[in-house]
DNA sequence: GCCGTCCTTACCGAACCCGAACACACGCCT
DNA sequence: AGGCGTGTGTTCGGGTTCGGTAAGGACGGC
């Protein structure tokens, strides 16, 4: 469980009640480490502040649904801010609560939302052969289970999540490291060698020339 | 099985999705209509929208449980009408859906809250050779009983309920522990050799580098 | 005070990532 | 066609991180 909120009263008060239900709760202050959390920390649900300085709450969910993580997000609302309600339920909130609200309201939106999408179908990434459950992060190709090492993983996510759209290596470095800027070294090149390996002769990754990579068209 | 509910095309939405699973539907459009379809028809279970014409769900609600009738009732209440929502599992609703809900997630919820009061409540959760039983606390591998200590035992829980979806640490500390966030100790670790040593050969839990633990197989 | 359970720490082996080095492919130019 | 430069494929060893495990101490129940 992670709350985002850049009060720190209304934060502490938020984990304890949360905590009492038995959640293990890690607090984030502004939109950034929210998202580098929620990398890091795969937490069950978010419970997710829209008045955030700096890059705000909105932004960060849509940063979160744009880069396929469906974690719930239950939203925290100021009462005069009906848009940010409206436009977080668009961008894919799970629900909402309005500020002030009572803790023990907020507890039982998120007990809601968790067993709500408990039995929801997995997240599946599949191209040709290949199936990447990213809820198992597990891959199969034709079937058979082969086993990744996490960066193999991340970079084959980043692959599939584009869908045949090139990728340069920046691009690729930025997504499945977390941001680290690339600065010239052929690490990309080597895991992509990996994991068109581990891929066999079915491997659908090809090279753009002085550009970058692309899966083939499907 | 009792749908109480005035929009007639909803209504019949509910009525095709849970006769599907083989339920008997019968229809009510108002309060009262409803109160005396419970007292005739005795219906294992019912949905109950709460903004009904004239007498409320809530109301109804109220009205049988002040009555001693303690059939299972599904709330449909309307996504801004939170109060409701609260209030109706604290008049006794067993549980609730927010409209718009998908069938399939009613049919869900109805089937869970069955499964929940059925005579031999007895949760239990199996994996290949693993079968825990959650009433009596106790583990079975292969047939033959193991001892858990008590967080043992919590570990193999929140390991079994996920069903093959990678569990982080921290998540695992949040489920087995109550609360306690991972401060980066190797606690975890230790008690899951612990149970893999417990379970013996045929164990099913996996390590996800970099990640956390998951179940084997499907 | 003994015993079981739990948590921590420390150590070791293994897995993994990176960068460099070298070999190869492609495309352009003459 | 051949050569050359740039970009890419692949291999390999060092250094680091990560997880398994064993041992010791804290806490609480009996």
Same mark, same amino acid.
């Given at each position: 469980m992670l709350v985002v909120e850049d009060d720190p009263a209304i934060a502490e008060l938020e984990r304890r009640f949360l905590a009492r239900e038995g959640f293990g709760v890690h607090l984030a202050t502004d939109g950034d480490a929210a998202l580098d959390a929620v990398r890091r920390l795969? $937490? /069950?649900?978010v419970v997710l502040? /829209? +008045?955030?300085? +700096?890059?705000?709450g909105i932004s960060v969910l849509t940063a979160l649904r744009a880069a396929d993580d469906w974690t719930p997000v239950v939203l925290a609302t100021a009462r005069d801010e009906e848009v940010d309600r409206v436009l977080g339920l668009e961008v894919g909130a799970d629900d909402y609560v309005t500020k002030p609200f009572s803790p023990r309201e907020l507890v039982a939106r998120v007990k809601a939302i968790l067993r709500r999408q408990d039995g929801r179908p997995r997240r599946l990434l599949e191209h040709g052969p290949v199936r990447l459950d990213l809820d198992r992060r597990a891959l199969a190709v034709d079937g058979a289970a082969v086993e990744l090492t996490p960066t193999e993983f991340n970079l084959l996510e980043a692959l599939l999540a584009t869908d045949g759209r090139v990728v340069t290596r920046a691009e690729l470095m930025a997504e499945a490291w977390g941001q680290?800027?690339?600065? +010239?070294?052929r690490t990309v090149d080597v895991h992509v060698a990996q994991l068109r390996a581990k891929l066999g $002769? +079915?491997? $659908?990754i090809e090279t753009v020339r002085g550009v970058g990579y692309r899966l083939a068209g499907s």
């Open positions: 795969r $937490p /069950v649900a502040d /829209v +008045g955030l300085p +700096g890059r705000d680290a800027d690339y600065s +010239g070294t $002769p +079915g491997c $659908p």
